[in-house]
């Protein structure tokens, strides 16, 4: 920013976030708590400045959770499936439960094969109220082929969450993470946790699942915390004078 300038910041939380604190210049003798704000102007700015957000979890509505280290597997169903060239045996890895951690996946011994292991559980809502929301805690085995380390999660067959370890979430190297999806109303949720490796040789393709919590959103919080935000035009004029093509106006919705 040049120097007597103002500069603009929007903060966008991610679905199923919402802001909890803004922090302008922390830890020096001008610190601002901007408190769950979701626009913050730098005026006339001097000196170096810094801004930071954190964001927390919303609650869903009506939840119900499933936690692998009380609950186990109880009715959830596998499957796994290999293809390619086998150097060797090939066989299901769980499911099971270890240190409290549900586990499932693949042992394999493949030629740049690929593997895929699915398990599926269907929810039913007994107050018939049905949810939109589901949050996932786990972790995806590390894997030295990250963009074909993949993993995807469905609601009575639609794809509400797909992604390799080159994107956070999941990342890679086993990281702890959350994935929060919305889906269609409903009050029967079939949810199919899916993962595998393309190409894949060996020896394993683990998944750990810690907890899963299906909801209703959280209109109520959502509505207070969540404001359409216009972001007023930022002009950056390169050195011969002329403006940056790249200027543009945008709108955001911000928590």
Same mark, same amino acid.
């Given at each position: 920013?040049?120097?007597?300038?103002?500069?603009?910041?929007?903060?966008?939380? %991610?679905?199923?976030?919402?802001?909890? %604190? /803004?922090?302008?210049?922390?830890?020096?003798?001008?610190?601002?708590?901007?408190?769950?704000?979701?626009?913050?102007?730098?005026?006339?700015?001097?000196?170096?400045?810094?801004?930071? #957000?954190?964001?927390?979890?919303?609650?869903?509505?009506? =939840?119900?959770? *499933?936690? *692998?280290?009380?609950?186990?597997?109880?009715?959830?169903?596998?499957?796994?499936? /290999?293809?390619?060239?086998?150097?060797? =045996?090939?066989?299901?890895?769980?499911?099971?439960?270890?240190?409290? /951690?549900?586990?499932?996946?693949?042992?394999?011994?493949?030629?740049?094969?690929?593997?895929?292991? &699915?398990?599926?559980?269907?929810?039913?809502?007994?107050?018939?109220?049905?949810?939109?929301?589901?949050?996932?805690?786990? #972790?995806?085995? #590390?894997?030295?082929?990250?963009?074909?380390?993949?993993?995807?999660?469905?609601?009575?067959?639609?794809? /509400?969450?797909?992604?390799?370890?080159? @994107?956070?979430?999941?990342? %890679?190297? &086993? @990281? =702890?993470?959350?994935?929060? #999806?919305?889906?269609?109303?409903?009050?029967?949720?079939?949810?199919?946790?899916?993962?595998?490796?393309?190409?894949?040789?060996?020896? %394993?393709?683990?998944?750990?699942?810690?907890?899963?919590?299906?909801?209703?959103?959280?209109?109520?919080?959502?509505?207070?915390?969540?404001?359409?935000?216009?972001?007023?035009?930022?002009?950056?004029?390169?050195?011969?004078?002329?403006?940056?093509?790249?200027?543009?106006?945008?709108?955001?919705?911000?928590?």
């Amino acid at each position: 920013v040049r120097q007597g300038q103002s500069q603009t910041f929007t903060i966008t939380p %991610d679905t199923g976030y919402a802001i909890e %604190d /803004v922090q302008i210049d922390a830890g020096t003798p001008n610190a601002i708590d901007a408190g769950a704000t979701s626009s913050y102007t730098f005026p006339n700015v001097q000196a170096d400045q810094t801004i930071s #957000a954190t964001f927390n979890l919303i609650q869903p509505n009506n =939840p119900m959770t *499933w936690d *692998w280290s009380s609950q186990g597997w109880g009715n959830w169903q596998y499957t796994w499936t /290999v293809s390619g060239t086998q150097t060797g =045996p090939n066989s299901p890895l769980g499911p099971e439960i270890d240190n409290g /951690v549900g586990v499932f996946g693949t042992n394999t011994n493949l030629l740049a094969g690929s593997t895929e292991s &699915d398990v599926t559980n269907t929810f039913t809502d007994p107050t018939g109220t049905g949810w939109n929301t589901l949050i996932f805690n786990g #972790a995806l085995g #590390a894997s030295d082929v990250p963009g074909g380390r993949w993993m995807t999660i469905t609601v009575n067959g639609q794809e /509400v969450f797909g992604a390799t370890e080159l @994107q956070t979430p999941p990342g %890679d190297a &086993d @990281q =702890p993470f959350t994935i929060v #999806a919305s889906f269609p109303q409903t009050s029967s949720a079939m949810v199919t946790l899916s993962q595998g490796q393309d190409p894949a040789w060996g020896p %394993d393709f683990p998944m750990y699942c810690n907890s899963l919590t299906i909801g209703e959103e959280n209109t109520q919080q959502m509505s207070t915390m969540t404001a359409l935000v216009s972001k007023p035009k930022i002009t950056f004029t390169i050195p011969d004078g002329s403006e940056w093509s790249g200027n543009k106006t945008t709108s955001k919705v911000g928590a």
